[in-house]
């Protein structure tokens, strides 16, 4: 059965700085990877799609990596915002279950002004 | 255009009551996921639909969940006999197609339930 584990499971930082967030899976065998972000009390929009052939996927000021033979991927911020508050998680897709996607529990972040 | 949409926000009901909830997905995908997220935690996985059939329900707690989409678009995700247990956000979420790397899934606002 996949597993999902992001950590850290809460992190804090300053208004400015990079920061890395990561995640990691038990089975690598999947589909695809994605990242979602999700502000309090709302669903989910989707940030990052990295395809089980690619490595990373770039959007704006993030960029989502993939490493599927570890099992990792990290989601890098660059130039932190107080508008990117929000918990950030990561799902896979197994290329044997179906289409479900199997999520972590999240990183709460919080980038103070 | 419009996104996946859940109805109703939010629902109160007390314990041993019928829900129905409902989701609109966005227009042109015939895959739809239902997904159950507990207070600080990840969402978990409870049915998918290509098209009107249920093509996999493993994530059905138990046989009080059933979920049906009789015309291919919308879906309803029905509780019977709630407990306290299920209280809980119900998000739905929509995508293009499955069996494919290509597949985005996109997710409405969902549903929170609270059984008193």
């Known amino acids: 059965k996949q597993e999902v584990t992001q950590i850290p499971a809460a992190l804090s930082v300053p208004e400015g700085e990079n920061l890395v967030l990561n995640c990691s899976f038990t089975?690598?065998?999947?589909?695809?990877l994605q990242w979602f972000r999700q502000d309090p009390g709302k669903g989910l929009t989707s940030l990052l799609l990295i395809q089980s052939s690619q490595r990373e996927q770039t959007s704006g000021r993030l960029n989502a990596s993939l490493d599927k033979s570890s099992g990792r991927s990290t989601l890098y911020i660059a130039a932190s915002q107080p508008g990117d508050s929000a918990t950030y998680l990561c799902?896979?897709?197994?290329?044997?279950?179906?289409?479900?996607?199997?999520f972590g529990g999240g990183t709460r972040l919080m980038v103070k002004p | 255009g419009a996104g996946v949409s859940q109805t109703p926000s939010n629902k109160v009901t007390e314990k041993g009551k019928y829900v129905e909830l409902r989701c609109d997905p966005i227009s042109g995908h015939t895959a739809l996921y239902w997904y159950r997220q507990s207070l600080g935690q990840g969402p978990e996985f409870l049915i998918y639909f290509q098209g009107t059939g249920a093509a996999d329900d493993s994530g059905l707690p138990n046989d009080r969940f059933f979920a049906v989409r009789p015309e291919g678009s919308v879906s309803t995700l029905k509780i019977q006999r709630t407990e306290r247990g299920d209280s809980a956000v119900y998000l739905c979420a929509s995508s293009y197609s499955s069996g494919s790397s290509y597949n985005e899934q996109f997710f409405g606002p969902g549903t929170r339930l609270t059984v008193l």
């Open positions: 089975d690598s065998a999947i589909y695809n």
């Open positions: 799902a896979v897709m197994n290329n044997n279950a179906g289409n479900m996607l199997t």
